[in-house]
């Protein structure tokens, strides 16, 4: 779901008219929207998922923003372009978004999966991944083997990674554990290169497996692995103003 704004908002988005120009274009029934030829005023519009016309003609915002929600699988990087022509998360989504730069907020590793934001909005990519918003980050790791309780509330407390940084205090908790791995659910607000895979070394643990599932409050949910959503303008809203 695409943000929704007024029709005539929508239509002086796209420069065609001002806002009053815009209703009276209205009031003279020369929109159409979705095929239906529209006169009142204050009807909304989904922006990238209702079509508006003017005089038969397409209307477009020149400056519509986009907002999406992939659930990255492995295997693919977390850059527009990529110097070693791996495939990287925008090649999922460009088939159906092509018109515009899109690009990730923030990143998740090669090997790992789960939700990541993309965006062609540096206020929010600002927002979402600037230290000071410390914004929460919640991942399910896969780990080889048992784990301690002194390991989680090491974790917990933080630990040294990087020639002597130490991590923020993060929540942890084990979720199970079978076949031979333990399933931590962990939280953490700081963005480390392959931090939280760092974090598990440092008390004597490999990462096998790593997927996020939140940021803030924002959920993956049961989106599935390689699909992609716009996110809702709730979400937007509480991402842009936490």
Do not use: C
């Amino acid at each position: 779901m695409g943000e929704i704004v007024r029709l005539q908002k929508y239509i002086a988005m796209s420069g065609i008219a001002s806002r009053r120009g815009a209703e009276s274009l209205i009031s003279e029934g020369r929109v159409t929207v979705n095929g239906n030829k529209v006169t009142e005023q204050g009807i909304k519009v989904e922006i990238g998922a209702d079509s508006v016309f003017v005089d038969g003609k397409p209307v477009k915002t020149k400056n519509k923003k986009y907002y999406i929600m992939l659930n990255k699988p492995v295997g693919y990087v977390s850059t527009a372009k990529d110097q070693f022509d791996r495939p990287t998360v925008v090649d999922i989504i460009k088939n159906d978004i092509s018109d515009v730069r899109i690009f990730p907020v923030g990143r998740l590793d090669y090997d790992t999966e789960g939700l990541l934001l993309l965006t062609n909005d540096g206020d929010f990519t600002y927002k979402v991944t600037h230290p000071k918003f410390h914004m929460e980050k919640t991942y399910i790791a896969v780990v080889k083997g048992g784990m301690t309780i002194s390991g989680i509330n090491k974790i917990r407390n933080g630990v040294y990674i990087d020639d002597g940084f130490k991590t923020s205090p993060a929540q942890a908790e084990i979720l199970d554990a079978y076949d031979g791995h333990t399933y931590v659910k962990i939280t953490i607000h700081e963005g480390k290169n392959r931090q939280v895979r760092k974090m598990f070394e440092a008390v004597g643990n490999k990462v096998v497996g790593l997927q996020r599932i939140k940021i803030g409050n924002v959920e993956l949910g049961n989106l599935p692995l390689g699909r992609w959503r716009h996110l809702t303008s709730y979400e937007i809203s509480y991402l842009m103003n936490r």
